[in-house]
């Protein structure tokens, strides 16, 4: 019976989506590039949310794509989170670039990251021309200067392409880590993202194609309706599913994957086997799933060389959800979301051979995992704090 309150089990969705109005843009410099086309081809407006934005060449590159927009006219609204600048100071070339004055809360906080994590060098602040010429457009609206919690990553293109998923501005998006973007082209999803954003409907899963949101403005305080509907996914499981997730924790995703595999489910589970945070607290998940269904042959865990920073899940080879939340608290509650939902089975397959190639240089979990117990407490400690801070 299906629970009170969640919506009805897949297998009644019906109005499959046509597969050729959303496309798997893939990862790394090819679905950049992809995007990249997208902002250099736009005509009328550029809406970009960006939970992060790095002052190095992807940056630039993205920075000098939306000037020339502009300057043909078309309207820009870029909203960008000033909460990211401590990640923008940590990683990379640690160079952020649009928050460029370090102010000491998060100057104190990436300085305690980088010493946590091992990350070397000075994050002190260079000019950069090309953004105070974005700030300084008239056709170009930059917000940056508030703390959004906004942590999607979304390109709206003359109202008629949304692409989303998880990939932030930066050359280690680009070059180095494993991220997966998505796109859905026609103006009724755009109108309908912007009705999910707003809160004036509620997600409905027989639509084929809609949109899992949390939003701190539409929402109620410390109530996340997109969490309920993502579990609701994984128990509607009843063949496989395909899991690439870049931060895991949360034990109400852990024990959904955890009663799949018990109930028969295949599960394939891709992460990172080295995480650039919350690393000790996915090798413990990792290795929980491990301990609660006994490891069968239908689980299997996947680690790779290269960070994953991709959010997937891809159920009974038909449905898909995907784009920037995790599965932690934070993504359920305190930071925005933007997740595409889908019931098209050529899109899910896509997806399932995008991550199944990103596996080629993984290893198979098949004895325990080991971490630093000290860090996954530390790690522990800071996801509670910041979602008591933030919900």
């Known amino acids: 019976m299906q629970p009170v309150g969640l919506p009805a089990p897949l297998h009644q969705v019906s109005n499959p989506v046509d597969g050729g109005a959303l496309r798997v843009l893939g990862s790394g410099d090819v679905a950049f590039q992809a995007i990249l086309e997208r ?18 060449e992807a940056g630039n590159l993205l920075g000098e794509a939306v000037l020339a927009a502009a300057d043909r006219g078309a309207q820009v609204t870029i909203h960008k989170d000033r909460i990211a600048a401590v ?12 928050h460029k004055r370090v102010d000491p809360v998060r100057g104190f906080q990436a300085w305690l990251l980088g010493a946590v994590y091992r990350a070397p060098g000075s994050f002190k602040q260079r000019p950069n021309a090309l953004a105070e010429r974005l700030l300084a457009h008239p056709k170009i609206t930059v917000e940056h200067n508030r703390k959004r919690f906004d942590h999607s990553k979304v390109y709206i293109i003359d109202d008629r392409i949304v692409a989303l998923g998880s990939m932030g501005v930066g050359d280690n998006h ?8 998505v796109e859905a082209e026609g103006e009724e999803h755009v109108a309908r993202l912007r009705e999910r954003m707003t809160g004036h409907d509620e997600f409905d899963p027989s639509r084929g194609l809609d949109f899992l949101v949390h ?54 589970l891709v992460t990172a086997d080295q995480a650039d945070v919350l690393g000790a607290t996915n090798r413990a998940t990792c290795d929980m799933l491990r301990r ?37 608290a934070l993504s359920h509650g305190v930071y925005d979301e933007i ?17 199944d190639a990103h596996c080629a240089d993984g290893r198979i979990v098949d004895q325990k995992l080991t971490w630093k117990r000290a860090f996954s407490g530390l790690e522990a400690a800071i996801v509670a704090y910041q979602a008591r801070r933030g919900g």
């Not at 990640?87 to 649009?98: A, P």
């Not at 680009?174 to 973007?181: A, C, G, L, N, T």
């Not at 128990?235 to 955890?258: H, I, K, N, P, Q």
């Open 39 to 56: 902002v250099r081809g736009a005509k009328k407006s550029i809406e970009i949310r960006a939970f992060l934005w790095r002052d190095d």
């Open 339 to 355: 997740n595409l939902y889908a019931d098209s089975a050529p899109f899910a397959r896509a997806l399932e051979a995008e991550i």
């Open 292 to 328: 609660l269904t006994g490891a069968p042959e239908n689980l299997t865990i996947v680690l790779l060389p290269r960070m994953v920073h991709s959010k997937v899940v891809v159920i009974d080879h038909r449905w898909s959800d995907v784009g920037s939340a995790n599965f932690t």
């Open 215 to 268: 939003s701190r403005e539409a929402h109620r305080k410390r109530s996340c309706p997109m969490i309920s509907h993502r579990l609701a996914l994984i128990e509607a499981a009843r063949e496989s599913l395909t899991v690439e997730m870049a931060y895991l924790g949360d034990r109400r995703f852990t024990a959904a994957l955890a009663r799949a595999v018990q109930r028969g489910v295949h599960l394939k």
């Open 87 to 98: 990640y923008e100071y940590t990683g990379g070339n640690k160079q952020s670039f649009f």
């Open 174 to 181: 680009r070059h180095e880590w494993i991220d997966v973007m």
